[in-house]
Every structure is written in structure tokens, then in C-alpha cells.
């Protein structure tokens, strides 16, 4: 058994280039670079005995087969060797039978694979437990690594933070000032990274730190890397492996850079490929209306993706207007029958809100894909029937900000419909009863 995985141009161009090295795009055409596996190795075992390997690592405890990520070492990074993987036993989240917000919509199988229940509370682990674990043996193999740098939302620096300090390597972080939440923003400082807050937004941060990653001053571990997405692409398989290896009819994804939307796809292209399965979901990608380029592409019918400034909004993970991934996008909605949508301010607010009276709490980037599932149902798009998983790609805690503002009815524009305020009393049996009698009378 001797599985190989290397870089190729995602364009076509000739060439292949180690894992191993610092390169980020083509040389011939500057344009994304790929993973390719060695596919037609990994066919020697059949796809019942793949599905095999996997169910017998799940969640187990032999280090580290036990993660999501490294239960699918062959097909992640094959000839990674296993003391230099740096992992926090990422992947392996609830994926929760939304019965009674599915219901509320006149659905019974709605499914939310819970990405932020996960080391630093984002789905970003799931890629950067592979980034780091390659720059570590990189290193060991005479790679010099003055720091390992993104530019970040707000999750892909926690994560990046977290398994650098965990691996023993120096992280730089670059935020745009005033656009992440406290607590993201404590993450990278708490884990020692240096943590630089620029005045600009994500598009403005991700320039600077390419400018530093040709220079070769940084190894880029934003998504544009493509080691990313080989650990990333585990979440379309795992939503398969918890379903009994059946694959639902929708998958709904919250999406800014875009690179989540293409390791979905390339996840299912390997099960494809290998034989678990016969067929592709339909592919959903949700976008913030204050920031959506690819659904303004995908409305023109276009195949490219024109930059535009984002605006501010309240899932400011994906306040992104110039998206690295995009050509790895649009080929994942060509090949997955996918669909673009869009969410506003209101309709995400509420989403969430909605969601969270169903005992979920939701992030509000969860929320655009909520917001967005409730479209499709309504215009019919998605049946009654459909299976449907929206993947939620941060966990509620880190965005106290907002759910505080929503309760608190201060997020300009929205109603808040189901806002439920805090009763102050004193210390008295007879207000509290009085209080209780008129909120559950009879
Ligand atoms: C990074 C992130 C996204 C978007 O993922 P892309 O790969 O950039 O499209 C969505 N939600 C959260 C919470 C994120 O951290
Ligand atoms: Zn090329």
C-alpha cells in the first residue's frame, strides 16, 4: 500500500511540487494550486472496505485515528508520518436532528452538522490540524519557518493560534480592527500569537500577508493553501459516515472565501471516485447579502467572480468581497447541481433567533444557511421530504455580541421578533410569583 498525494496547478498547468514546500500558486499561470491524490492506489481497497476502515477508527481511542480528520489519514495526507501530526481530535461533531425547527418549517429530516463544537469553536480545526501538521514535518525535514501567518475573520486565527502554539510554532495573526468578536480576538492573544489588528477589512489583510508569503517572510496558512481544504473536505464525509453512508439530498453552506465549498465537493469527488457512493447532494452556498459576490456572479450566469467592497454584517466571518477560492467554488457548483443564496440582516437575525427557541445556538453565519433554508422551502425549491443538512460552521458562544444585541433590540433594522428580555425583580416570593403567574397563566 503506498498512497501518494502531491501539488498541482488546479488550472492544469504542467508541473508537481511536494507538499512539503512553501508554494502557494502556479508558477506557470499564478493561478490555485490543488492536492492531487494518487486515486487510482487508493482504489485497492473496495468502497464497503473504506467505509469499513473509517467505522472502525470512529471516534476511537488509538492516536490519532480517533479524529475526524486522521481516522482518514490515506486520504488527507497519506505519507504524512504520524509523529508529526499535531492534533486535537478534530471532527467527530454532533450532527443534530433539527426535529423541531425542521418541523416548524413543515420539515421532518433537518440535519445541523455542528462544526463549532470542535477545540477552537469553528470548523477551521478541521483544516488547520493538517496545515500545521505538514508545516511541523516540513520543518523537521530543513523547511525554515520564521512564523506561520493568515489573515483571518476571526476563526481561522483561533485555530491557526491554537495548533501553532500546540506544535511549538511561532503564529502572526492579521485581524481587521473592530470586525471580530471579543472573543476571537482573545483567542491568538491567549495562545501567544502576534496578533496584528489592521484598518482595513479581510480582502485588505489577506493582500498584506500574500505580499508576505511571496516574499517568503510567512508560511500562508489561509485557505488559498491548499492543505486547508484536504483536512476541510473530511466534513462532507463525515455527514455521509453518520448517515449510514447515505447521502442526503442538500447540503446548505455558509460561505465567504470559499474554500469550504470546495474541499464539500472535493470530499465527495473521493467518495465518488472510491466507490462510497453513487451520488452528489445538491450543494447550497449561503452569502451574506452585505457580502455577495459569487451570488451576484451566479444571478448573471457568470463564471467568474467580480470583487466587490463587502459590508458590514453580523456574520462577519464571511465579510468577504474578493474570495481567494472562487474558481474552486464555481467548478463545485457545476459539478454538485449547487445553487447560490443569499441572506439579509433581518432574515439571519431571525433565523438565529428562531433556531435558538429549538434549543440550537447558532452563530450567526449557521444562521445565513438557516436563513437561506427557510427561502428554498418557501419557494418550493427544496421538498417537504428533502433530506437536508446545514453544516454550522462556528459555535454560538464566541458571538455573545451579538445574540446580546439581538435580546437587547439593538441591531438597527431588525425587529426581533422573538426577543425575550431578562425580568428584574427584587428579591421578593410575591413579585416572582406574580411575574410567573403572567408568563404561564392557567
Ligand atoms: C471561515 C468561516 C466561514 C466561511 O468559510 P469559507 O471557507 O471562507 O467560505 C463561515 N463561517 C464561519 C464561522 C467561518 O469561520
Ligand atoms: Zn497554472
Given at each position: 500500500m503506498s498512497y501518494h498525494a502531491e501539488f498541482r496547478c488546479f488550472s492544469g498547468c504542467e508541473g508537481s511540487w511536494p507538499v512539503t514546500q512553501a508554494i502557494y500558486s502556479c508558477?506557470?499561470?499564478?493561478g490555485l494550486l490543488e492536492v492531487r491524490h494518487d486515486v487510482e492506489a487508493l482504489r485497492d481497497r473496495s468502497g464497503p472496505a473504506w467505509m469499513k476502515v473509517f467505522d472502525d477508527r470512529y471516534k476511537q481511542n488509538a492516536w490519532p485515528y480517533g479524529s475526524g480528520v486522521w481516522g482518514k489519514h490515506e486520504w488527507v495526507m497519506p505519507e504524512l508520518p504520524e509523529r508529526s501530526i499535531v492534533s486535537m481530535y478534530e471532527g467527530g461533531t454532533n450532527l443534530f436532528w433539527a426535529e423541531r425547527y425542521g418541523k416548524s418549517l413543515g420539515l421532518q429530516d433537518v440535519w445541523v452538522k455542528l462544526c463549532g463544537n470542535s477545540h477552537s469553536g469553528s470548523f477551521k480545526d478541521l483544516g488547520m490540524t493538517v496545515l500545521v501538521s505538514v508545516v511541523r514535518w516540513a520543518v523537521e525535514q530543513g523547511l525554515e519557518v520564521k512564523a506561520v501567518a493568515c489573515a483571518s475573520t476571526g476563526d481561522t486565527s483561533a485555530s491557526l493560534a491554537a495548533y501553532g502554539a500546540a506544535a511549538g510554532l511561532p503564529v502572526a495573526v492579521l485581524l481587521p480592527r473592530g470586525k471580530i468578536s471579543t472573543a476571537q480576538l482573545v483567542q491568538p492573544l491567549a495562545h501567544g500569537a502576534m496578533v496584528l489588528g489592521l484598518d482595513t477589512d479581510f480582502d485588505g489583510c489577506m493582500a498584506i500577508v500574500k505580499q508576505l508569503a511571496a516574499e517568503g517572510i510567512i508560511y500562508l496558512a489561509n485557505s488559498m493553501n491548499p492543505l486547508r481544504i484536504e483536512g476541510q473536505k473530511t466534513v462532507g464525509i463525515e455527514i455521509v459516515q453518520q448517515f449510514d453512508w447515505q447521502v442526503p439530498d442538500w447540503i446548505i453552506l455558509p460561505s465567504g472565501n470559499l474554500g469550504n465549498a470546495a474541499a464539500m465537493y472535493a470530499g465527495f469527488k473521493m467518495m465518488k471516485q472510491c466507490g462510497l457512493i453513487a451520488r452528489y447532494p445538491r450543494l447550497v452556498m449561503a452569502q451574506a447579502e452585505n457580502a455577495n459576490p459569487l451570488y451576484r456572479a451566479w444571478q448573471a450566469g457568470k463564471k467568474t467572480v467580480e470583487p466587490v467592497a463587502a459590508k458590514p454584517t453580523q456574520a462577519t466571518a464571511i465579510q468577504i468581497g474578493n474570495p481567494v477560492s472562487a474558481p474552486r467554488a464555481i467548478r463545485a457548483l457545476e459539478a454538485m447541481d449547487g445553487m447560490v443564496e443569499q441572506a439579509s440582516e433581518e432574515e439571519l437575525c431571525e433565523a438565529a433567533a428562531r433556531a435558538d427557541r429549538t434549543g440550537m445556538y447558532t452563530c450567526p453565519h449557521t444562521a445565513v444557511g438557516l436563513a437561506v433554508l427557510e427561502k428554498l422551502v418557501a419557494r418550493g425549491t427544496?421538498?417537504?421530504?428533502d433530506r437536508v443538512v446545514c453544516v454550522s460552521t462556528a459555535n454560538g458562544l464566541k458571538f455573545t455580541e451579538f445574540k446580546v444585541n439581538y435580546h437587547d433590540n439593538k441591531i438597527p433594522g431588525v425587529v426581533g421578533n422573538s426577543r425575550n428580555a431578562p425580568v428584574m425583580l427584587p428579591a421578593d416570593y410575591g413579585q416572582v410569583l406574580d411575574a410567573m403567574r403572567r408568563r404561564f397563566p392557567g
Open positions: 508558477p506557470s499561470c499564478g427544496i421538498a417537504k421530504r
